[in-house]
């Protein structure tokens, strides 16, 4: 399964993105989608998942981010951003169902990430 982001860029302060994350390749089942970013010196971090219809998101982003998924591409609608929102936004996938502890959830596909900055 191969994952490819798309969507990041410059944003300012306040303003919206929306990512995109196509997966491709042999996809038989329905794949849970997440989405992690990293900023420079920090821990990668958990955004967003989505697996059978449920989504989880952390409490950084709750209320501002949505994560949706139709077929086998995932989106992150990303609005009132922040500069700490600011980093590379990486997209993973597994054929698995993670829960709750779906930050800590080892997932088999991961996509190469999309820069987003939020700046003035």
């Known amino acids: 399964v191969r994952l490819v982001e798309s969507g990041g860029g410059l944003v300012q302060p306040g303003g919206s993105l929306r990512l995109s994350c196509a997966a491709s390749?042999?996809?038989?089942?329905?794949?849970?989608m997440v989405w992690f970013r990293q900023a420079p010196g920090k821990d990668r971090e958990g955004v967003a998942c989505?697996?059978?219809?449920t989504t989880y998101y952390s409490d950084a982003v709750k209320g501002r981010f949505t994560i949706s998924k139709e077929e086998n591409t995932a989106y992150l609608q990303m609005n009132s951003l922040q500069p700490e929102d600011t980093g590379v936004y990486l997209c993973?996938?597994?054929?698995?169902?993670?829960?709750?502890?779906?930050?800590?959830?080892?997932?088999?596909?991961w996509g190469r990430g999309t820069q987003v900055t939020v700046s003035a």
């Open positions: 390749g042999y996809i038989r089942d329905n794949l849970a």
């Open positions: 993973a996938a597994d054929r698995g169902k993670p829960s709750r502890l779906w930050i800590y959830y080892p997932y088999d596909y």
């Open positions: 989505i697996t059978n219809g």
